[in-house]
């Protein structure tokens, strides 16, 4: 298994501009989350998904789109990225109960100018 | 809401040192408890988990955690720590209502001293 995967590793936009952020799992995952990590606050939750066709907002959602067409795949998109959209951003999975362990991707470290 | 807060930002213990990593949780149920570790430049690692039954939790790497109710605390702690242990370590906690989703605290920052 690859577990979670994120694409690309290293971003730089400019402001304004668009992209989207891949991420893959091949655990059968039903829970799919995306968070971003900035210095001295931890991990925030910016969307998440229940299952194929389900996705919810999280803490910090704005500026930020989620679709979950697949069980797979979890893509996130910046439509028109800002300077306060730079951070590392974390793709996890898991099956969904409440003890369940999360799974983490490695990261994306984004760079708006 | 859900929340957690761990106090400690940064700690720094020599090589071979007990560990304590402090964490607190607000809650009005019993929650599901989390400690992840993240390597610089990686992503985050599960080191131990809570979710009922024996309070004290043992995880990898030769971690424990131990859960008290009446003091909303899950600390993490090491008897005896090794320079790789030099990481972000991360509380969490997750609700019976909300299928997978966590709430994370700030982080600490673990030096260690040779």
Same mark, same amino acid.
């Not at chain 1, 606050?41 to 998904?49: E, N, P, Q, V």
């Given at each position: ?39 001295g ?16 907002q999280?803490?910090?959602?704005n500026g ?39 799974y ?10 | ?22 964490c607190?949780?607000?809650y ?5 408890? =989390?400690?992840? @570790?993240?390597?610089?430049? #990686? $992503?985050?690692? /599960? ?32 008897p005896?720590?090794?320079w ?5 370590? =991360?509380?969490? @906690?997750?609700?019976?209502? #909300? $299928?997978?989703? /966590? ?12």
């Amino acid at each position: 298994n690859a577990g979670v995967t994120q694409t690309p590793k290293f971003q730089v936009l400019k402001t304004g501009q668009s992209m989207t952020l891949q991420c893959a799992q091949d655990m059968n995952h039903e829970y799919m989350s995306w968070y971003r990590q900035d210095p001295g606050m931890g991990l925030r939750l910016i969307h998440y998904s229940v299952g194929a066709g389900i996705t919810d907002q999280g803490e910090v959602p704005n500026g930020y789109n989620v679709s979950r067409s697949t069980t797979e795949d979890f893509p996130l998109r910046l439509l028109s990225a800002a300077p306060s959209q730079t951070s590392v951003y974390f793709c996890a999975s898991s099956f969904g109960i409440p003890s369940d362990t999360q799974y983490f991707g490695p990261g994306t470290r984004l760079t708006v100018l | 809401a859900q929340s957690v807060t761990q106090p400690d930002i940064h700690i720094t213990v020599s090589e071979g040192a007990s560990l304590e990593l402090r964490c607190n949780y607000s809650y009005g149920a019993t929650p599901y408890l =989390f400690w992840y @570790v993240q390597s610089p430049g #990686q $992503g985050l690692q /599960l080191l131990l988990k809570y979710f009922s039954g024996d309070t004290l939790v043992q995880g990898i790497k030769g971690f424990e955690a131990e859960f008290k109710r009446s003091q909303s605390s899950f600390n993490l702690r090491k008897p005896s720590v090794h320079w790789s242990d030099a990481a972000e370590y =991360f509380c969490a @906690v997750g609700a019976n209502n #909300q $299928g997978g989703k /966590l709430i994370f605290g700030q982080g600490t920052e673990l030096s260690v001293k040779p």
